[in-house]
């Protein structure tokens, strides 16, 4: 049998069966956002794409859980933002260095884990890379609430000291003056505190002229204001440059650990999408275990065999539905009185079709099969429009024109009350030609 060439099913068919909120069905699931970005991008194609890896990842998955595996990706992160920062020149902070170090570990342990699985879940296990070398550096520098430890570099842990040492001196030297007899009588309280940056003394307003210093800030009500005495300014000034010092190795730490972030971009890009598979794949598998999903199998010989087949979207009770045709049945009428569930039927076996032809699992009883088919078409709803002075029949015609005219062998057309909206009788003629080109 010839392969036919892949396509793409017709959005607006996909459009009119409600596909994007049967895909949010599937994205809701996800516990990670690319997983549900790509969720939401899964479309049904013909003989191709990646349907069958889908398949074989979401059956291999339920067999690994039937033996006690079930890996997941919980505390992976997505790191594309950072990512992408990196590769623009940006620095990373602590908490981002965090996040992709977490996610590492994640991508070791679940590429352990999918060593246990079927032949699809090694391979996509084996695609993953650990990056221990990146790893292993960011939590040696950062520690995991995201702060820089003292170890991140030889100078760090020595500046840090120098640091403190200052603040010591300068904090000494202040609270001595708070409870001298020079000063106390002129503060607000004998403590000592920080305005912008620097340490001072709160001075009362009326009797800032004795003591002799830099001011700083002062109170909304103006009854304090807040100096730094003269006699501690170089202390302040040298533990000024001791920040300065360590938020310069703080920076060039933050930046070296981003330039070998982004020296392994590729490979960090690679793990999330390898990780949003899985977890598409994860949640495939929860959504079909709560909803009953199964995996239909291929009409080989172009039969479509339904069995308790339900509509995805509706919520239960369901009455499930069975429905064969054979290679030889090329058109089904269904007739019926109103809300007798034709529309419904329509709808349903263009979702379990496309569905099927996305990778996905089907509302469908084991021993269902649905056939290889091309593309898919669908005429469901009122198609009336005020703008382009369409009614409800000529809008029906415009939409049967655009599939007669796209339409090849092999696809599925579905048509809602095909001939509706006119006469009864030319509408059933007009009906009844159309259904003959098709």
């Known amino acids: 049998m010839s392969r036919r060439p892949e396509r793409r099913y017709d ?10 909120a049967l895909v949010e069905i599937v994205a809701a699931s996800c516990a990670f956002a690319p997983s549900r970005a790509l969720a939401r991008t899964l479309r049904p194609t013909s003989n191709g794409g990646n349907v069958a890896e889908l398949r074989a990842l979401g059956r291999e998955l339920a067999e690994l859980r039937r033996d006690g595996g079930d890996p997941h990706i919980g505390g992976a992160s997505d790191l594309a933002p950072a990512v992408e920062r990196a590769a623009k020149g940006g620095s990373l902070d602590g908490a981002a260095l965090v996040s992709v170090a977490e996610t590492l570990r994640v991508v070791e342990r679940v590429a352990g884990e999918l060593v246990e699985g079927g032949e699809h879940l090694r391979a996509l296990g084996a695609a993953f890379a650990p990056l221990r070398s990146l790893r292993a550096a960011i939590e040696r520098a950062i520690a995991q ?4 430890n003292d170890v991140a570099s030889p100078l760090l842990g020595g500046l840090r000291a120098m640091q403190r040492s200052s603040v010591e001196r300068l904090r000494a030297r202040l609270e001595t003056l708070a409870h001298a007899k020079s000063f106390s009588p002129y503060l607000q309280e004998p403590i000592v505190t920080m305005r912008n940056g620097r340490y001072v003394l709160p001075v009362r307003a009326e009797w800032k002229s004795r003591v002799p210093g830099i001011v700083h800030d002062s109170s909304s009500t103006g009854q304090t204001v807040w100096i ?3 006699e501690v300014v170089e202390l302040g000034n040298a533990v000024r440059e001791a920040e300065a010092a360590v938020a310069a190795e703080e920076s060039r730490i933050l930046g070296a650990l981003t330039a070998l972030v982004e020296s392994e971009a590729t490979a960090l890009r690679s793990n999330g999408d390898l990780l949003a598979k899985l977890d598409l794949t994860r949640a495939v598998a929860d959504v079909a275990g709560e909803r009953s999903w199964n995996y239909a199998g291929d009409g080989a010989d172009g039969s479509l065999h339904l069995e308790g087949a339900r509509h995805p979207l509706l919520q239960p009770p369901v009455v499930p539905m069975d429905l064969h ?5 090329r058109a089904l009428v269904i007739t019926g009185p109103n809300t007798g569930g034709k529309t419904v039927v329509l709808k349903a076996v263009g979702l379990l ?5 996305a ?3 089907i509302p469908s009883g084991p021993g269902s099969w649905i056939p290889v088919t091309g593309g898919l078409w669908a005429d469901i709803g009122d198609d009336q429009s005020i703008a382009q002075s369409l009614s409800t029949f000529s809008g029906h ?5 655009r599939i007669l005219a796209g339409a090849a062998s092999g696809d599925v057309v579905l048509l809602d009350e095909a001939g509706a909206g006119t006469d009864p009788a030319e509408g059933a003629a007009l009906a009844t030609a159309i259904i003959e080109e098709l």
Request: a negative charge; glycine letters at 6%; aromatic letters at 2%.
């Open 228 to 230: 730094e005495p003269l």
């Open 353 to 357: 079709t496309a569905m099927h032809h």
């Open 325 to 329: 045709l054979s290679v030889d049945e």
């Open 11 to 20: 959005e607006r068919s996909l459009e009119r069966l409600e596909w994007a």
């Open 145 to 148: 609430e995201g702060t820089i």
């Open 359 to 361: 990778g996905l699992p």
């Open 397 to 401: 015609l415009v939409s049967i024109q």
